[in-house]
């Protein structure tokens, strides 16, 4: 039962982060007078559709992000040609519905063959109906059917290439921005259940021991309290105990901790880790922390929104510096982590689910093809220059980039898949 549910709590924890993005694209779309599509959280097969006004809403088996599919990003509806034999069938004197394929199987319709046809700027129709030229004005919102599927038209000032620059940038910021904005919410929340830590702590108290690590075989014990090692006073100072023990790398070192009313003499020797420099104990510390009020969350969301985007782009210059596919992790890495998280409950996930969100809404603005950094760029080089770059070019650019993080995608969940499999 608890395998269940922390699966069910990672998948959602994923699931929130993704559809916030899309919806903050979405919903500035919408705004802005954009047809969106398809709201569509994950990527490949369908598991699951609902169309609701004029947007498909659907569920992919891929869950690697998900995307809000607007009129004119895409090659707009099949193009119509002067000669073919369509369907129309009117509702009010306006064109409703387009039939392209099993015309002789539709009923109450006008059969004919076209002479012009424009369903972006004059919304209109001319067909030669049984001899007989006829001009049918079509509904801003007319379906186009073929294959069996329906399509609705998007007429020039629906579609997403319409709008002005400032509208589009919107758009696609839309969605990191509330990505940022999950993110300070979660990290507010959390200061105020958890609290925050005392800035100059007066003892390190003992949080976490890893199995197998010296502290656990010297038999310290979550709660204890440092009091001195090597004689000297550590206080509340974490830093310079970390310092100790790394630098006491297999050397026997003198510990005494306080458990409860008992203060008692530890013997600790600190070993190396691999990829790590100095020696190791295996604890981490339990800071003491105070109560944060509703109003006094907000500056603390906003200090850990700074601290954790520092960190975050101190994690890019290191991977930049010394590249290693090693150091990538993939969905499969990232759902293994947040499991264990999630095991250690609802505060620490929380917490989890503000940096991952934050990461998500940092990384997805870098000027990378295919990322809304990269189409943020394009569109400062068209407000700069007065006219857009060529959709062409511009369009291969994207589909080279996401063709180079599908691959590097690819590459991360298989090195995940290797470690799992060798522990």
Same mark, same amino acid.
């Given at each position: 039962?608890?395998?269940?549910?922390?699966?069910?709590?990672?998948?959602?924890?994923?699931?929130?982060?993704?559809?916030?993005?899309?919806?903050?694209?979405?919903? $500035?779309?919408?705004?802005?007078?954009?047809?969106?599509?398809?709201?569509a959280?994950?990527?490949?097969?369908?598991?699951?559709?609902?169309?609701?006004?004029?947007?498909? $809403?659907?569920?992919?088996?891929?869950?690697? @992000?998900?995307?809000?599919?607007?009129?004119?990003?895409?090659?707009?509806?099949?193009?119509?040609?002067?000669? *073919?034999?369509? !369907?129309?069938?009117?509702? /009010?004197?306006?064109?409703?519905?387009?039939?392209? /394929?099993?015309? %002789?199987?539709?009923?109450?319709?006008?059969?004919?063959?076209?002479?012009?046809?424009?369903?972006?700027?004059?919304?209109?129709?001319?067909?030669?109906?049984?001899?007989?030229?006829?001009? $049918?004005p079509?509904?801003?919102?007319?379906?186009?059917?073929?294959?069996n599927?329906?399509?609705?038209?998007?007429?020039?000032?629906? *579609?997403?290439?319409?709008?002005?620059?400032?509208?589009?940038?919107?758009?696609?910021?839309?969605?990191?921005?509330?990505?940022?904005?999950? !993110?300070?919410?979660?990290?507010?929340?959390?200061?105020?259940?958890?609290?925050?830590?005392?800035? +100059?702590?007066?003892?390190?108290?003992?949080?976490?021991?890893?199995? @197998?690590?010296?502290?656990?075989?010297?038999?310290?014990?979550?709660g %204890?309290?440092?009091?001195?090692?090597?004689?000297?006073?550590?206080?509340? &100072?974490?830093?310079?105990m970390?310092?100790?023990?790394?630098?006491?790398?297999?050397?026997?070192?003198?510990?005494?901790?306080?458990?409860?009313?008992?203060?008692?003499?530890?013997?600790?020797?600190?070993?190396?880790?691999?990829?790590?420099?100095?020696?190791?104990? @295996?604890?981490?510390?339990?800071?003491?922390?105070?109560?944060?009020?509703?109003?006094?969350?907000?500056?603390?969301?906003?200090? +850990?929104?700074?601290?954790?985007?520092?960190?975050?782009?101190?994690?890019?210059?290191?991977?930049?510096?010394?590249?290693?596919?090693?150091?990538?992790?993939?969905?499969?890495?990232t759902?293994?982590?947040?499991?264990?998280?999630?095991?250690?409950?609802?505060?620490?996930?929380?917490?989890?689910?503000a940096?991952?969100?934050?990461?998500?809404?940092?990384? +997805?603005?870098?000027?990378?093809? !295919?990322? &809304?950094?990269?189409?943020?760029?394009?569109?400062?080089i068209?407000?700069?220059?007065?006219?857009?770059?060529?959709? !062409?070019?511009?369009?291969?650019?994207?589909?080279?980039?996401?063709?180079?993080?599908?691959?590097?995608?690819?590459?991360?969940?298989?090195?995940?898949?290797?470690?799992?499999?060798?522990?």
């Amino acid at each position: 039962m608890e395998t269940l549910q922390i699966v069910i709590l990672t998948v959602l924890m994923f699931f929130v982060i993704v559809t916030v993005h899309e919806w903050g694209h979405y919903y $500035f779309a919408k705004r802005a007078g954009i047809l969106v599509r398809e709201f569509a959280i994950g990527f490949g097969p369908k598991l699951f559709s609902y169309k609701y006004q004029e947007t498909t $809403f659907t569920l992919r088996l891929l869950p690697f @992000g998900g995307y809000a599919r607007m009129a004119g990003e895409d090659p707009e509806l099949i193009e119509i040609q002067p000669g *073919q034999t369509i !369907a129309v069938k009117t509702a /009010d004197g306006q064109v409703k519905t387009i039939y392209l /394929d099993q015309l %002789d199987n539709r009923k109450n319709v006008i059969r004919g063959e076209v002479i012009s046809i424009d369903l972006e700027r004059r919304l209109m129709v001319e067909l030669d109906v049984d001899g007989e030229q006829q001009k $049918f004005p079509v509904h801003p919102a007319a379906m186009l059917v073929a294959r069996n599927q329906e399509t609705q038209i998007a007429p020039k000032d629906r *579609q997403f290439n319409s709008k002005t620059v400032g509208q589009r940038a919107l758009a696609i910021f839309a969605g990191p921005f509330m990505n940022f904005l999950l !993110a300070f919410i979660l990290f507010a929340i959390y200061a105020m259940a958890a609290g925050t830590p005392v800035e +100059n702590p007066t003892y390190v108290k003992i949080g976490t021991i890893s199995e @197998g690590m010296p502290a656990a075989e010297a038999d310290l014990q979550k709660g %204890d309290i440092v009091e001195t090692i090597n004689g000297e006073t550590i206080g509340g &100072d974490y830093t310079k105990m970390i310092n100790l023990i790394a630098d006491s790398q297999d050397k026997p070192m003198e510990w005494t901790v306080r458990r409860g009313d008992e203060v008692f003499d530890l013997t600790i020797t600190p070993r190396a880790m691999e990829g790590q420099v100095g020696g190791k104990v @295996g604890i981490t510390a339990e800071f003491p922390r105070e109560e944060v009020g509703f109003v006094e969350s907000f500056a603390v969301a906003g200090k +850990n929104m700074v601290t954790t985007t520092q960190n975050i782009f101190e994690g890019f210059r290191q991977l930049i510096a010394k590249f290693s596919i090693d150091d990538l992790g993939g969905p499969v890495r990232t759902f293994e982590v947040t499991g264990q998280i999630a095991k250690q409950g609802i505060l620490q996930l929380t917490q989890w689910t503000a940096i991952l969100s934050l990461y998500l809404g940092i990384f +997805n603005l870098l000027p990378i093809p !295919a990322l &809304d950094g990269s189409r943020l760029i394009f569109l400062g080089i068209e407000g700069l220059r007065g006219k857009p770059i060529d959709p !062409a070019r511009e369009g291969m650019v994207h589909f080279i980039g996401f063709a180079m993080l599908f691959i590097l995608m690819i590459a991360v969940t298989y090195n995940d898949i290797l470690r799992l499999i060798k522990g």
